[in-house]
């Protein structure tokens, strides 16, 4: 079996089938199963928290993880919450605005309205705007994900199962600059063998650069998950 892990790229958001999704086609490729963890608009906290609590090198062969912008994160609360109890951030998500990144349904547009009424939703949003403001600095959020990636890539290599990651959102991606080259865990990971595509080039980008069809929330369809999935089946040598 497959463990893949992201955000809505992942997960595949906008596409009629979700049989399509590049995780199934790569399963289904590589004579498998998978087990698909992403979910829209999660952040690469969700991402790490959600491959350490299913990881099981007796169940996975391999891990995909498409790991997502470093502006979001997530908060246990009370009010605004997936099943696990956790909510999904980001600073346009606690905000007054109706501008997304990410695609915008009904019941999503009627959460947006509940965050801008709610008395205990704005208490919370103005404690966690504050948090965003004089905690998460660029090199915070630099190390955070250089820390996740790390810690992955060790657990995969001490229980030999093969790993393949990338990002998957455009300009929301690791900045490679002596800010996070002068980082102590950056020469510590491997940027060849376990990664997709450079860590600076997310798998979007990538899409543009071959001009395949994006649907209006972004993300890349039927098209793009299959250049997707024979991207990682090439890395995989399959």
Not at 8 to 16: A, I, K, N, V
Not at 108 to 117: E, N, S, V
Request: charged letters at 25%; one cysteine or more; proline letters at 2%.
């Amino acid at each position: 079996m497959i463990y893949f892990g992201g955000d809505s790229y992942t997960y595949g958001s906008e596409l009629l089938e979700m049989s399509n999704r590049f995780s199934d086609i790569v399963s289904d490729s590589m004579g498998t199963t998978n087990q698909n963890d992403a979910l829209g608009g999660a952040s690469n906290q969700r991402i790490y928290r959600k491959f350490f609590e299913a990881f099981d090198p007796n169940k996975f062969s391999h891990v995909i993880l498409g790991w997502t912008g470093l502006n979001r994160f997530e908060h246990y609360s009370f009010f605004d919450q997936d099943a696990d109890g956790f909510r999904r951030l980001t600073a346009h998500r606690l905000l007054p605005t109706d501008k997304h990144e990410d695609y915008i349904d009904e019941k999503l547009r009627k959460k947006i309205a509940k965050l801008k009424t709610d008395v205990a939703i704005a208490k919370e949003n103005k404690v966690l705007l504050q948090y965003m403001a004089n905690v998460r600095t660029d090199r915070v959020v630099h190390s955070e994900i250089l820390n996740m990636i790390l810690q992955v890539q060790k657990i995969c290599k001490f229980t030999d199962t093969k790993l393949c990651m990338f990002f998957g959102v455009q300009n929301n991606i690791i900045k490679i600059n002596k800010l996070t080259t002068d980082h102590l865990i950056y020469n510590s990971i491997d940027w060849n063998d376990t990664w997709l595509h450079r860590p600076d080039y997310s798998l979007q980008e990538c899409m543009n650069d071959l001009k395949l069809p994006i649907g209006p929330g972004k993300h890349f369809l039927e098209e793009g998950h299959q250049v997707a999935a024979d991207k990682i089946l090439e890395h995989f040598s399959v």
